[in-house]
């Protein structure tokens, strides 16, 4: 496996509902590929009765990132690739894609922070872990878990340059 960050990432416009092929052929064809998946609840008739199911969908539906070695930029094979439609880009020029913002989409993905079931805690903290508070005036600043909830919808207390702040679990986030 080639170490992200040394890759060039584009973003590949799929086929409609192509994502799973066209991951496969760029794979196959020796390119680097991410699709990031988010885990849903759906409600799916089984045998008559209806039943919830959690299934992976893509986070982008219609496009993934496409790794490219610096040195051989084959957008014409990737093109050609099963399920690939085109690159994303202005003027006919692909973009870029930054391999840290790809990175970051892989943790993000690991720490499941696309899991979307509804009452699914997505994300377990531990106190004394370090978090970054996404949102509100104190948007970006780094705290300190000093009390978690009991229960769902809860708020959990941080402390923040020795004060204690009372913040909604969904505007905590891991340090990555």
């Known amino acids: 496996m080639t170490d992200i960050q040394s890759l060039i990432w584009f973003i590949a416009s799929t086929n409609p509902r192509c ?59 990737a093109r050609r690739c099963d399920g690939v439609a085109s690159f994303v880009g202005v003027n006919g020029s692909p973009q870029r894609v930054s391999g840290a913002r790809v990175s970051d989409l892989m943790a993000a993905q690991d720490m499941g922070m696309f899991d979307h079931r509804e009452g699914h805690n997505r994300i377990v903290f531990e106190i004394g872990e370090k ?20 229960k769902v919808g809860q708020d959990a207390t941080v402390e923040l340059d020795g004060r204690k702040i009372r913040l909604p679990m969904a505007m905590l986030r891991k340090v990555a």
Request: aromatic residues 10%.
């Open 19 to 77: 994502e799973g092929r066209a991951l496969k052929s760029l794979s196959q064809a020796g390119f680097e590929t991410f699709c990031p998946m988010q885990t849903v609840r759906r409600k799916v008739w089984v045998k008559g009765k209806r039943r919830s199911k959690d299934v992976q969908k893509p986070l982008f539906t219609g496009y993934v990132f496409v790794g490219l070695d610096p040195a051989n930029m084959a957008f014409g094979i």
């Open 131 to 150: 978090v970054v508070i996404d949102g509100g005036w104190i948007d970006g600043e780094s705290a300190t878990v000093t009390i978690l909830p009991r």
